[in-house]
T-cell receptor, first 113, second 110 residues
Framework: SQTIHQWPATLVQPVGSPLSLECTVE??????LYWYRQAAGRGLQLLFY??????ISSEVPQNLSASRPQDRQFILSSKKLLLSDSGFYLC????????????FGDGTRLSIL | GENVEQHPSTLSVQEGDSAVIKCTYS??????FPWYKQELGKRPQLIID?????GEKKDQRIAVTLNKTAKHFSLHITETQPEDSAVYFC?????????FGAGTRLTVKP
């Protein structure tokens, strides 16, 4: 069966520091991969999605970037974190065939001080 | 692009009553509509979904209806229990990605 791993679970970072969050999927090939951010008590904001290695589409221009160095690996990065980057970051995947549900990782709770 | 509106934002019901959450979408090309339940601090989990060629789907106490003409779909929970308390998100899929509603915080009072 397929599983999705996301780490770290929690992270506290100072303003201006870099960020790297990692997500990996097991048990499937060529998944669609997604990064979402969820502010406290709010909905899911799509940040990036990827349909293949090296293919990244950005939904919201900001100081975050994403990379997909391997088929089942998706990385969210920042060179300099802002206070507004605080939130709950969720990685998700679904099959390459359309009309498939997205399955979420356990998320990373990021706090910027 | 797709826009998904979800109502109400909060819903409080008595245990045993029914709960209904409604969503509308804008992109007529959307063809897949999942519902997710998110408990506090946890990841959203799929509870039921419906595809555009179906008008209604039921799974025990949970049902979803879809009206493609009106572009709206609804989640129905019957015989609610305290463990149904959570935030519920609707979503509409229009390739290649999902658009989510803002969420409904459901509270079931014992």
């Amino acid at each position: 069966s397929q599983t999705i791993h996301q780490w770290p679970a929690t992270l506290v970072q100072p303003v201006g520091s870099p960020l790297s969050l990692e997500c990996t999927v097991e048990g499937t090939s060529n998944p669609n991969l997604y990064w979402y951010r969820q502010a406290a008590g709010r909905g899911l904001q799509l940040l990036f999605y990827s349909v293949g290695i090296g293919q990244i589409s950005s939904e919201v221009p900001q100081n975050l970037s994403a990379s997909r160095p391997q088929d089942r690996q998706f990385i969210l990065s920042s060179k300099k974190l802002l206070l507004s980057d605080s939130g709950f970051y969720l990685c998700a995947w679904n099959g390459a065939v359309s009309n498939q549900p997205q399955h979420f990782g356990d998320g990373t709770r990021l706090s910027i001080l | 692009g797709e826009n998904v509106e979800q109502h109400p934002s909060t819903l409080s019901v008595q245990e045993g009553d029914s709960a209904v959450i409604k969503c509308t979408y804008s992109d007529s090309a959307s063809n897949y509509f999942p519902w997710y339940k998110q408990e506090l601090g946890k990841r959203p989990q799929l509870i039921i979904d419906i595809r555009s060629n179906v008008g209604e789907k039921k799974d025990q106490r949970i049902a979803v209806t879809l009206n493609k003409t009106a572009k709206h779909f609804s989640l129905h929970i019957t015989e609610t229990q305290p463990e149904d308390s959570a935030v519920y998100f609707c979503a509409a899929y229009s390739s290649p990605y999902m658009r989510f509603g803002a969420g409904t915080r459901l509270t079931v009072k014992p």
